[in-house]
């Protein structure tokens, strides 16, 4: 398991206990300058690592501090570069998960037990590289008494038997999609603190910040259902959000497993795999 520490380093303290139990080894990637992608400069404060002592009772977690960011490179490649040297750090031939710190598991042993069925594509992975796809919720804003979210589940890349990444964690290979969804404290963030990832995430050179942060600021519970186009990039991919209550994340954990949102049908799934395995048969 590898995870990209950055600017939001604390949601970790969220992420970290859905998967901890069933990690072997944890690595936390962390620019040894303590620069973003595009450059700027992060603290990361010293509770934190006081924090990760404590929590970390099996001794399963590694730091790993390298040059991520490169001045010549695009916030889109630094990252990339860093997700294959983590990747290698974490060593091919094992199944290669990576999360960021705003994704929360809820079903992490059954992905697990799912992973390990599969460990027959862990014999010479460079030649049939795929890569796991999971559900999330894509969270979009907190307001009293709940949060904001996209009503419809969105496809993440979770793992691969081969670091073949070309954006993110996007690698041109077979997709094998899997019944398992997590959390994604996408959007939902303090103003400052969401102006921070715009600014420095792999995706800060294709978005309009100030039209999107106008609209972000107007939504409210009140007037959401009026509104149309949620989404970071093409408005129209996020087309509606919903409300979720909740004065937690351990209570909005439990209030998204009882609805219906995160059901997704054996249908659905056989359909998007025989579709990937047909692509990819001759390939």
Known sequence: MGYLVSYDYELLKNSLPTIYTESDTIFLAIDKNRKT??????????DFFDWIK????????????????IATLTTMQCEVRERKMLAEKMGIGNWLIQLDSDEYFYDFEKFVAYLKSKNKFLKNPQSKIVQICCFKINLYKYVEGGVMYVDKLDKFMVATNYPNYKIG?????R?????????????????SELEKKLDNWGHNE??????FLEKWDSVNVSNYK??????YLDPMHWKTIEYMKGNSLQELLINFKSSDTIRISSFFLARKNF?????????
């Open 169 to 173: 964690r996007h690698g041109k290979c």
């Open 175 to 191: 997709s094998i999609y899997v019944n398992s969804v997590s959390l994604h404290d996408c959007l939902s963030r303090s103003r």
């Open 226 to 231: 009026n509104i149309r186009g949620f989404f």
């Open 54 to 69: 404590v929590f970390d009772v099996d001794n399963k977690i590694f730091f790993y501090e390298e040059e991520f960011y």
């Open 37 to 46: 992608w595009k450059g700027d400069s992060i603290e990361i404060n010293p």
């Open 206 to 211: 294709d978005i309009n910040k100030e039209e």
């Open 275 to 283: 579709g990937q395995w047909f692509k990819f048969l001759f390939k």
